[in-house]
């Protein structure tokens, strides 16, 4: 039975895989994909990204995808599959099989914004996914060793060390995180247990070095203090003032509101807890309850309604959308000191709600941020969901084969979906091929865009640049000029 059981998971772990697989063969190049295509990749490696950055490993990675097609298609389905393992973990629910079906679900509910910027471009995949996976395998160990007394294998020691030095070189908020994050785990665990971990201390120490190597890169001396086309600390008005609205636009925003789906099931598990716990009754629960629901009715009813994301230059907004927000923090963080009664667990969760603060603290003096910077806030926020929902245990609830169906249906909806997007890329290029074959002295052509562009980051070039490269990647003549019509439009 236990053999069937492992067969099992690893046959659902096989049909992530080339769900994928699929998904990243489906995915065309976009927008900076073509750059790093084109001699510029090629120019930054040998530069070692000295005008660039130090995402050493992310932008290694990008150069060799974009020209290696089954490279890309293979380390986009691995690391996907890695980021569903490393969910899976932190569940005590010892059915695999729930835990990555589970997992897989609920990351397909990501924000189309935040999806575009990730799976929907390499360039951004191969930043943010493995610096998120690195950080939360972090995480996952810290919690084990701290408040576990796991006894890892040798094997996940020495994967933590390699995890602690490779977790530096994609993403710089991350890379701050990490070694932030093991400080905190070595100060906590004095705390607890009256004496240091020296693994910890070891994994902080090799964290610290590839934090180094990363911020010696010598572009960061002009983002720190010249300022760079791309990325610069601070604003034109000064760093107070970026703090004041970062914090009260962007983090409201994007920690809160903006993932309002995955907030309002964790809501919903919360508030069942609630329900079947008796104790919990008086002033304690009506502040709970009023808190945890006060955040989607007041994203439905006043921040959509009013289209406040757009609202940002009214101070009182700024600061009503905050003090919402942190009214939500407060009974979220409330209810789970009230209803989660296994001390591990509920230090496990104000761990990762922690790491939450630890994660976007750099991103408040940094400049431009955007979705794709907050795709780590959303797979805690699924962690955090999925050890919810363990501890009530309602996996031994679900139906299999629901959680099965409910899987099927996803990923046919996003295979059909981009399997959409790659047909008609395919077929517009042939088009475009045909045109310039059949009318070569045309001034310009027409194509249409692609389906579903709000899972693609720039799939149509944004400038003369961009579709140079665009033109460069597909085989083009150089200088074609193109105009874009929207999907489904023929232009007489």
């Given at each position: 039975?236990?053999?069937?059981?492992?067969?099992?998971?690893?046959?659902?772990i096989?049909?992530?895989?080339?769900?994928?697989?699929?998904?990243?063969?489906?995915?065309?190049?976009?927008?900076?994909?073509?750059?790093?295509?084109?001699?510029?990749?090629?120019?930054?490696?040998?530069?070692?990204?000295?005008?660039?950055?130090?995402?050493?490993?992310?932008?290694?990675l990008?150069?060799?995808?974009?020209?290696?097609?089954?490279?890309?298609?293979l380390?986009?389905?691995?690391?996907?599959?890695?980021?569903?393992?490393?969910?899976?973990?932190?569940?005590n629910h010892?059915?695999?099989?729930?835990?990555?079906?589970?997992?897989?679900?609920?990351?397909?509910t990501?924000?189309?914004?935040?999806?575009?910027?990730?799976?929907?471009?390499?360039?951004?995949?191969?930043?943010?996914?493995?610096?998120?996976?690195?950080?939360?395998?972090?995480?996952?160990?810290?919690?084990?060793?701290?408040?576990?007394?796991?006894?890892?294998?040798?094997?996940?020691?020495?994967?933590?060390?390699?995890?602690?030095?490779?977790?530096?070189?994609?993403?710089?908020?991350?890379?701050?995180?990490?070694?932030?994050?093991?400080?905190?785990?070595?100060?906590?665990?004095?705390?607890?247990?009256?004496?240091?971990?020296?693994?910890?201390?070891?994994g902080?120490?090799?964290?610290?070095?590839?934090?180094?190597?990363?911020?010696?890169?010598?572009?960061y001396?002009?983002?720190?203090?010249e300022?760079s086309?791309?990325?610069?600390?601070?604003?034109?008005?000064?760093?107070?003032?970026?703090?004041?609205?970062?914090?009260?636009?962007?983090?409201?925003?994007?920690?809160?509101?903006?993932?309002?789906?995955?907030?309002?099931?964790?809501?919903?598990?919360?508030?069942?807890?609630?329900?079947?716990n008796?104790?919990?009754?008086?002033?304690?629960?009506?502040?709970?309850?009023?808190?945890?629901?006060?955040?989607?009715?007041?994203y439905f009813?006043?921040?959509?309604?009013?289209?406040?994301?757009?609202?940002?230059?009214?101070?009182?907004?700024?600061?009503?959308?905050?003090?919402?927000?942190?009214?939500?923090?407060?009974?979220?963080?409330?209810?789970?000191?009230?209803?989660?009664?296994?001390?591990?667990v509920?230090?496990?969760?104000?761990?990762?709600?922690?790491?939450?603060?630890?994660?976007?603290?750099?991103?408040?003096?940094?400049?431009?941020?955007?979705?794709?910077?907050?795709?780590?806030?959303?797979?805690?926020?699924?962690?955090?969901?999925?050890?919810?929902?363990?501890?009530?245990?309602?996996?031994?609830?679900?139906?299999?084969?629901?959680?099965?169906?409910?899987?099927?249906?996803?990923?046919?909806?996003?295979?059909?979906?981009?399997?959409?997007?790659?047909?008609?890329?395919?077929?517009?290029?042939?088009?475009?091929?045909?045109?310039?074959?059949?009318?070569?002295?045309?001034?310009?052509?027409?194509?249409?865009?692609?389906?579903?562009?709000h899972?693609?980051?720039?799939?149509?070039?944004?400038?003369?640049?961009?579709q140079?490269?665009?033109?460069?990647?597909?085989?083009?003549?150089?200088n074609?000029?193109?105009?874009?019509?929207?999907?489904?439009?023929?232009?007489?």
């Open positions: 039975m236990r053999m069937l059981t492992i067969n099992k998971t690893y046959l659902i096989a049909g992530l895989f080339i769900f994928y697989i699929l998904i990243g063969i489906f995915t065309p190049l976009t927008h900076d994909d073509w750059d790093w295509y084109s001699q510029y990749g090629i120019q930054m490696l040998q530069e070692r990204f000295a005008n660039l950055n130090g995402r050493y490993l992310g932008n290694m990008e150069i060799v995808a974009v020209r290696v097609d089954w490279f890309r298609w380390t986009y389905a691995v690391m996907s599959t890695l980021i569903l393992w490393v969910i899976s973990r932190f569940s010892s059915n695999d099989k729930v835990n990555y079906m589970l997992a897989f679900v609920l990351m397909l990501i924000p189309s914004e935040i999806y575009k910027q990730t799976y929907g471009w390499f360039a951004g995949f191969y930043n943010y996914v493995p610096a998120t996976f690195c950080a939360l395998f972090i995480i996952w160990y810290i919690v084990s060793v701290l408040f576990k007394n796991s006894r890892l294998s040798p094997t996940l020691n020495i994967v933590f060390y390699v995890v602690c030095f490779v977790g530096q070189f994609f993403m710089e908020n991350t890379t701050l995180f990490n070694t932030m994050i093991l400080f905190v785990a070595i100060i906590l665990h004095i705390i607890l247990y009256k004496k240091a971990n020296p693994k910890f201390i070891v902080m120490l090799v964290s610290i070095s590839g934090t180094l190597i990363m911020f010696l890169n010598p572009n001396r002009k983002i720190f203090f300022g086309d791309y990325q610069n600390v601070s604003s034109d008005t000064g760093l107070i003032d970026k703090v004041y609205l970062t914090l009260t636009t962007t983090m409201p925003d994007w920690l809160f509101f903006n993932q309002i789906v995955i907030l309002m099931l964790i809501i919903g598990v919360l508030l069942f807890m609630i329900y079947r008796t104790s919990v009754q008086g002033v304690k629960k009506y502040f709970i309850v009023s808190g945890l629901i006060l955040l989607p009715v007041y009813l006043i921040y959509r309604q009013f289209e406040l994301q757009n609202a940002h230059m009214i101070t009182i907004t700024n600061i009503l959308n905050t003090i919402v927000c942190f009214a939500f923090l407060c009974a979220f963080i409330l209810a789970i000191h009230t209803l989660i009664f296994e001390k591990e509920k230090y496990t969760l104000f761990f990762l709600i922690g790491s939450i603060i630890f994660v976007s603290a750099p991103l408040i003096i940094v400049s431009p941020i955007g979705p794709r910077n907050f795709y780590t806030i959303y797979v805690i926020y699924v962690v955090i969901l999925v050890i919810l929902i363990s501890r009530l245990e309602l996996c031994h609830r679900i139906s299999i084969r629901g959680l099965i169906g409910a899987t099927v249906l996803f990923a046919l909806m996003y295979l059909s979906a981009f399997y959409f997007i790659h047909h008609e890329n395919e077929s517009r290029i042939a088009q475009l091929k045909t045109d310039i074959k059949a009318h070569p002295k045309s001034k310009e052509y027409t194509m249409e865009k692609l389906p579903f562009e899972y693609l980051h720039h799939a149509t070039p944004t400038s003369s640049k961009y140079k490269l665009f033109n460069q990647y597909e085989g083009i003549p150089e074609t000029k193109v105009k874009y019509v929207p999907f489904g439009t023929k232009e007489n």
